[in-house]
């Protein structure tokens, strides 16, 4: 079945630094790929999305690229604010599937003064 | 704007009781999904509509049941609750893309 890891549960950052979380996947279809992002006691929100393989996406600062070579689609931003603190989830959604997200465990950011 | 709106925010309940969990999308999408997410913060999907027509249904406890008079409700009734139920209930619209409602917190005592 589909998969989806993130590899970092906590992620600890001094602002203005530049930060990448990691996410790779499986799956025997052509996947969307998504970042979510869970700020406290909110529901997640749509950060960026992308089923382009190569093109570079890019929102609020944060930008992923979709690389179906290596099952990846890492998220960076190249310089952290306080405000970036916040649960961050990968999740796949097979192109031919697209009623189903599948996520991975998420990775907590957390941006220091 | 997620269009996504769900009641209660917040229900405390006692094991055995049935609880009915409501949400509501306005901007008229097919598909309307049930997603749990526990105390680890572990996102699952557990149930999908497309249209008041059951498209997914993951490996849920029986108990749990998905309730849609028309597209734009997708309601949550548990049966018998008990103390792992205790989670935060999220609905979502759309399809390729998924926009989530506020949830509702749900502590089984």
Known sequence: GDSVTQTEGLVTLTKGLPVMLNCT??????????????????APKLLLKSSTDNKRTEHQGFYATLHKSSSSFHLQKSSVQLS?????????????MGYKLTFGTGTSLLVDP | ETAVFQTPNYHVTQVGN????????????????????????????????????????????RRFSPQSSDKAHLNLRIKSVEPEDSAVYLCARNWDTQYFGPGTRLLVL
């Open chain 1, 25 to 42: 996947y499986q799956t025997t279809y052509s996947p969307f790929l998504f970042w979510y992002v869970q700020h406290l006691n909110e």
């Open chain 1, 84 to 96: 970036d603190s916040a649960l961050y989830f990968c999740a796949l959604s097979p192109s031919n």
């Open chain 2, 18 to 61: 049935e609880v009915s969990f409501n949400c509501k999308q306005t901007l008229g999408h097919d598909t309307m999904y049930w997603y749990k997410q526990d105390s680890k913060k572990l996102l699952k999907i557990m149930f999908s509509y497309n249209n008041k027509q059951l498209i997914v249904n993951e490996t849920v406890p």
